[in-house]
């Protein structure tokens, strides 16, 4: 999950140097933690005096690459580098006296009241200055509510508690922001960053880019269908939907303008395939960390269940990019594009840590950041041996991997803590069951009714929000509630994650399709609207496998092989109709009957009533349906070539 684009932390001046060397040393002590070095040496520690570490490190980074106006700047100014070693200060004291904080959080002596301020305005304050004012406004909603949760009207009506009670619990408790989100950003998403810098270092990027190509760049729609794939494979490795569309669309946005594609469509292509990366398997974005600590489950059960749901995203996306390159004629763009063999011949390696990646987490039950890790050397050692288009990967890009992982962590380990304070206040006041039971009156006990509130609340929370901060605050907030109402809770946390991904595309604040816009210099809210367009399938997956886990690969096989299998097709019948082409211009009413018979054929058999007689008589107009445009199709080219003889 290496975020590829210009990295906002790092500066010039004296302090270049400096950061450099706290972000390796940052990322050095996740992997000593993986590898349980410590223990080697004989030591034992908590892992709170870690998490305390990288935390110093990286709001410490952030001060000194980063202007109180979220700017960055040649060198920081002397209050910053003040800031800077007083944070780091002070949580280095924590981390060396971590089991007296645990004591003195509950008796709170004026100096521990101190620090805990220290704390907690440090992290609010680098996020403020790395993620902006959405995410920094919505902490101090829930900090203020911490404050005066006991006169919030009911049903949201918290405990009481003091500034003093509340700051040090936030500063020190286990289940606030040295709990655990940023355990899971310290210990599992960083070695995930690490990996995806290496690969990216030893040419990894380029291949896979090459790799889309050959593979559909000489097809009608070629183009665009290189965006899908490259966004694809980018994402799944990036987590990051902004910095992939920054990344890949710099090579597809243009190829897609030139083959024909709108302006609008171009970037709204690229953002919806860039969004999906974030739940794309094998790796995902930093969120499928976050739920598996959650859930308390594997991360491999979470891969599994991931696929079908983003089989189904990519694949609406494919058809319909395919379709409107038939219907609005847009031809192969002519360039120079690499053969599949040549880029098999050379770039084979990369798929070999992907390869080792899986065996070791399915096949050997190994955890997560050991795979990661053991796959991230893997790539190192076969870059370092076999070239990618004539480069060698040299040790320097190991050592340079390890800080630039470090650099691209920090704004992960700023959101992530800052979102541990929305999760300590809503334990401390009870707020959390308290939010639950207001969505539940509010849905009025109808599923759907919840679902489509819950959706909503999703999407409105997620604007302008990262990945990581969007995903935590609605598994807080949201995702209990679904649980409540009887909903398998692998399904409600996919729930949420889908939907508060697609603030990433839905307007008006899409963040992806205003990076995308700035790269077609087309209007972000037109692009956004596309957007919705191009991604309606996420906005309707959820919902199925809310009602029929068998999308998420729970229930009997066959079942699961059935509903996957009718859900592809029902996709297909849809995105013809959302489109409007297939083999020829549809009319008004051809397009509903598509739709029609696209739903019927989406809705696996037990998630509604007669659902087996619909899914049947949807696949078999479905297919009716298709074969009728067919031949209408033959027919009319046989006529127009006798009328042309």
Same mark, same amino acid.
């Given at each position: 999950?290496?975020?590829?684009?210009?990295?906002?932390?790092?500066?010039?001046?004296?302090?270049?140097?400096?950061?450099?060397?706290?972000?390796?040393?940052?990322?050095?002590?996740?992997?000593?933690?993986?590898?349980?070095?410590?223990?080697?040496?004989?030591?034992?520690?908590?892992?709170?005096?870690?998490?305390?570490?990288?935390?110093?490190?990286?709001?410490?980074?952030?001060?000194?690459?980063?202007?109180?106006?979220?700017?960055?700047?040649?060198?920081?100014?002397?209050?910053?580098?003040?800031?800077?070693?007083?944070?780091?200060?002070?949580?280095?004291?924590?981390?060396?006296?971590?089991?007296?904080?645990?004591?003195?959080?509950?008796?709170?002596?004026?100096?521990?009241?101190?620090?805990?301020?220290?704390?907690?305005?440090?992290?609010?304050?680098?996020?403020?200055?790395?993620?902006?004012?959405?995410?920094?406004?919505?902490?101090?909603?829930?900090?203020?509510?911490?404050?005066?949760?006991?006169?919030?009207?009911?049903?949201?009506?918290?405990?009481?508690?003091?500034?003093?009670?509340?700051?040090?619990?936030?500063?020190?408790?286990?289940?606030?922001?040295?709990?655990?989100?940023?355990?899971?950003?310290?210990?599992?998403?960083?070695?995930?960053?690490?990996?995806?810098?290496?690969?990216?270092?030893?040419?990894?990027?380029?291949?896979?880019?090459?790799?889309?190509?050959?593979?559909?760049?000489?097809?009608?729609?070629?183009?665009?269908?290189?965006?899908?794939?490259?966004?694809?494979?980018?994402?799944?490795?990036?987590?990051?939907?902004?910095?992939?569309?920054?990344?890949?669309?710099?090579?597809?946005?243009?190829?897609?303008?030139?083959?024909?594609?709108?302006?609008?469509?171009?970037?709204?292509?690229?953002?919806?395939?860039?969004?999906?990366?974030?739940?794309?398997?094998?790796?995902?974005?930093?969120?499928?960390?976050?739920?598996?600590?959650?859930?308390?489950?594997?991360?491999?059960?979470?891969?599994?269940?991931?696929?079908?749901?983003?089989?189904?995203?990519?694949?609406?996306?494919?058809?319909?990019?395919?379709?409107?390159?038939?219907?609005?004629?847009?031809?192969?763009?002519?360039?120079?594009?690499?053969?599949?063999?040549?880029?098999?011949?050379?770039?084979?390696?990369?798929?070999?840590?992907?390869?080792?990646?899986?065996?070791?987490?399915?096949?050997?039950?190994?955890?997560?950041?050991?795979?990661?890790?053991?796959?991230?050397?893997?790539?190192?050692?076969?870059?370092?041996?076999?070239?990618?288009?004539?480069?060698?990967?040299?040790?320097?890009?190991?050592?340079?991997?390890?800080?630039?992982?470090?650099?691209?962590?920090?704004?992960?380990?700023?959101?992530?803590?800052?979102?541990?304070?929305?999760?300590?206040?809503?334990?401390?006041?009870?707020?959390?069951?308290?939010?639950?039971?207001?969505?539940?009156?509010?849905?009025?006990?109808?599923?759907?009714? *919840? =679902?489509? #509130? /819950?959706?909503?609340?999703? $999407? @409105?929370?997620?604007?302008?929000?990262?990945?990581? &901060? !969007?995903?935590?605050?609605?598994?807080?907030?949201?995702?209990?509630?679904?649980?409540?109402?009887?909903?398998?809770?692998?399904?409600?946390?996919?729930?949420?994650?889908?939907?508060?991904?697609?603030?990433?595309?839905?307007?008006?604040?899409?963040?992806?399709?205003?990076?995308?816009?700035?790269?077609?210099?087309?209007?972000?809210?037109?692009?956004?609207?596309?957007?919705?367009?191009?991604?309606?399938?996420?906005?309707?997956?959820?919902?199925?496998?809310?009602?029929?886990?068998? *999308? =998420?690969? #729970? /229930?009997?096989?066959?079942? $699961? @092989?059935?509903?996957?299998?009718?859900?592809?097709? &029902? !996709?297909?019948?849809?995105?013809?109709?959302?489109?409007?082409?297939?083999?020829?211009?549809?009319?008004?009413?051809?397009?509903?009957?598509?739709?029609?018979?696209?739903?019927?054929?989406?809705?696996?058999?037990?998630?509604?009533?007669?659902?087996?007689?619909?899914?049947?008589?949807?696949?078999?107009?479905?297919?009716?349906?298709?074969?009728?445009?067919?031949?209408?199709?033959?027919?009319?080219?046989?006529?127009?070539?006798?009328?042309?003889?």
């Amino acid at each position: 999950m290496a975020d590829t684009s210009e990295n906002k932390t790092e500066v010039k001046g004296w302090a270049t140097g400096i950061v450099r060397v706290l972000a390796g040393f940052m990322v050095l002590l996740s992997v000593s933690w993986v590898l349980d070095l410590p223990s080697y040496l004989g030591l034992a520690y908590y892992q709170q005096q870690l998490l305390a570490l990288v935390l110093g490190l990286a709001v410490a980074i952030i001060f000194l690459g980063t202007s109180y106006r979220g700017e960055r700047r040649t060198a920081p100014p002397l209050y910053d580098v003040v800031a800077a070693v007083v944070f780091a200060g002070v949580m280095a004291y924590v981390a060396v006296n971590y089991t007296y904080f645990l004591v003195a959080a509950s008796t709170r002596p004026p100096h521990v009241i101190l620090l805990s301020w220290i704390v907690v305005l440090g992290v609010v304050e680098a996020l403020r200055r790395r993620t902006g004012w959405m995410l920094f406004c919505i902490i101090m909603v829930f900090g203020i509510y911490g404050l005066v949760a006991h006169l919030v009207p009911a049903p949201l009506t918290g405990r009481h508690l003091s500034v003093e009670a509340l700051s040090t619990y936030l500063a020190f408790d286990t289940s606030s922001i040295l709990g655990m989100p940023l355990s899971v950003a310290s210990t599992v998403v960083i070695i995930f960053i690490l990996f995806g810098e290496v690969l990216f270092r030893t040419g990894g990027g380029q291949f896979f880019t090459d790799l889309a190509m050959a593979l559909v760049g000489r097809r009608r729609g070629g183009a665009a269908k290189i965006a899908v794939l490259s966004s694809a494979f980018f994402g799944s490795i990036s987590g990051s939907a902004v910095s992939n569309v920054a990344t890949t669309g710099l090579v597809t946005i243009p190829l897609m303008r030139r083959a024909g594609y709108k302006s609008t469509d171009a970037g709204a292509i690229e953002a919806v395939a860039s969004t999906g990366g974030q739940f794309m398997p094998p790796i995902m974005g930093a969120a499928a960390f976050l739920m598996a600590e959650f859930l308390n489950i594997d991360y491999q059960t979470i891969v599994v269940a991931a696929l079908v749901p983003a089989l189904l995203y990519y694949i609406a996306i494919f058809v319909q990019v395919h379709l409107m390159a038939e219907r609005d004629n847009i031809e192969v763009v002519d360039t120079d594009l690499p053969r599949m063999g040549e880029v098999f011949r050379q770039g084979w390696h990369f798929l070999v840590p992907f390869a080792l990646l899986l065996v070791l987490l399915f096949q050997f039950n190994v955890n997560a950041e050991r795979s990661a890790l053991a796959a991230a050397l893997a790539m190192l050692l076969l870059g370092l041996v076999k070239p990618y288009q004539g480069r060698r990967a040299r040790v320097s890009d190991g050592v340079n991997s390890f800080i630039t992982a470090g650099l691209g962590s920090v704004e992960l380990v700023a959101i992530v803590a800052a979102a541990g304070i929305v999760i300590g206040v809503l334990n401390a006041t009870g707020g959390g069951f308290a939010v639950t039971l207001a969505l539940v009156q509010l849905g009025g006990g109808n599923l759907f009714a *919840l =679902l489509a #509130i /819950g959706g909503l609340v999703c $999407i @409105v929370l997620g604007m302008g929000m990262p990945t990581a &901060g !969007v995903y935590v605050l609605l598994a807080a907030l949201v995702a209990p509630a679904i649980v409540q109402a009887g909903v398998e809770p692998l399904a409600a946390h996919m729930f949420v994650l889908y939907f508060g991904m697609m603030s990433m595309i839905t307007p008006p604040i899409a963040l992806a399709c205003f990076a995308a816009a700035t790269l077609t210099g087309a209007s972000a809210m037109a692009t956004g609207w596309s957007a919705v367009r191009l991604g309606w399938v996420a906005y309707i997956v959820p919902f199925l496998f809310v009602f029929s886990p068998t *999308l =998420l690969m #729970i /229930g009997e096989p066959a079942a $699961i @092989v059935i509903a996957s299998v009718t859900a592809v097709l &029902g !996709v297909c019948l849809i995105t013809i109709s959302v489109v409007g082409f297939y083999r020829i211009r549809l009319s008004p009413p051809v397009r509903g009957a598509f739709a029609v018979l696209g739903f019927a054929t989406l809705f696996p058999a037990d998630a509604i009533p007669f659902g087996a007689f619909i899914d049947i008589c949807g696949v078999l107009g479905g297919g009716l349906l298709l074969a009728v445009c067919h031949l209408w199709q033959r027919k009319s080219a046989a006529a127009i070539i006798h009328n042309a003889s």
